[in-house]
């Protein structure tokens, strides 16, 4: 059971590149979540979805988009990127907005 | 807005005893959950207990236990028996009940001495 999957593990991007960070989850789970996480901080919500179809916004979601176009998968784009998109990015999932969530391995990218 | 606060930026035991990470937050909430997650140096975020506000019992799982003090807004989590595996970054997390975002600390880096 591989639960959250993401890929790349690592990625370097110039200024002004688009990239997808890719997750899928193997649990029929419902919500799925994109958080970054910069160094020596907390995680922020970037985008999550309660299912196929329905995203939302979350506290930092500037300079990305999402989709969900199956229960299984939901990936971030990044369509022009910056510096301060440098950072480790988390996908999650749940099976309920009060259940516990699922990590992910994380990709750290880094812009330059 | 809501707030969580790690006032220990790195904290370290000797293996087999027993040490409490801290965590304050900041709402006008009633009803929410806290939690703590474990961050291995793998990356991978673990969840290692919750707490539902309107349970006056603190939550405990098998080594890891926490002391949730609601009207102190604190809620600290307490290893007993450190081994070496607990090594890791530790976050405290917050949410309200009726909203999906988490609100996370800065986390503690807990170093395991052998």
């Known amino acids: 059971n591989a639960g959250v999957t993401q890929t790349p593990k690592f990625r370097i991007l110039k200024i002004g590149q688009s990239m997808t960070l890719q997750c899928t989850q193997d649990m029929n789970h419902n919500y799925m979540y994109w958080y970054r996480q910069d160094p020596g901080m907390g995680l922020k919500l970037i985008y999550y979805s309660v299912g196929a179809g329905i995203t939302d916004k979350g506290e930092v979601p500037n300079g990305y988009n999402v989709s969900r176009s199956t229960t299984e998968d939901f990936p971030l784009r990044l369509e022009l990127a910056a510096p301060s998109q440098t950072s480790v990015y988390f996908c999650?999932?749940?099976?309920?907005?009060?259940?516990?969530?699922?990590f992910g391995n994380g990709t750290r990218l880094t812009v330059t | 807005a809501q707030t969580v606060t790690q006032s220990q930026p790195e904290m370290s035991v000797q293996e087999a005893e027993t040490v409490t990470l801290s965590c304050t937050y900041d709402t006008s909430e009633s009803d929410y959950y806290l939690f703590w997650y474990k961050q291995p140096p793998s990356r991978q975020m673990i969840l290692v207990i919750r707490q539902e506000a309107y349970k006056q019992q603190n939550a405990t799982e098998n080594r890891f236990s926490v002391n949730f003090q609601k009207a102190a807004k604190s809620f600290s989590l307490k290893i007993s028996d450190s081994q070496l595996g607990d090594a890791a970054m530790y976050f405290c997390a917050y949410r309200e009940d009726s909203n999906y975002q988490l609100i996370w600390g800065a986390g503690t880096k807990l170093i395991i001495k052998p």
């Open positions: 999650a999932s749940s099976d309920g907005y009060n259940s516990p969530l699922h």
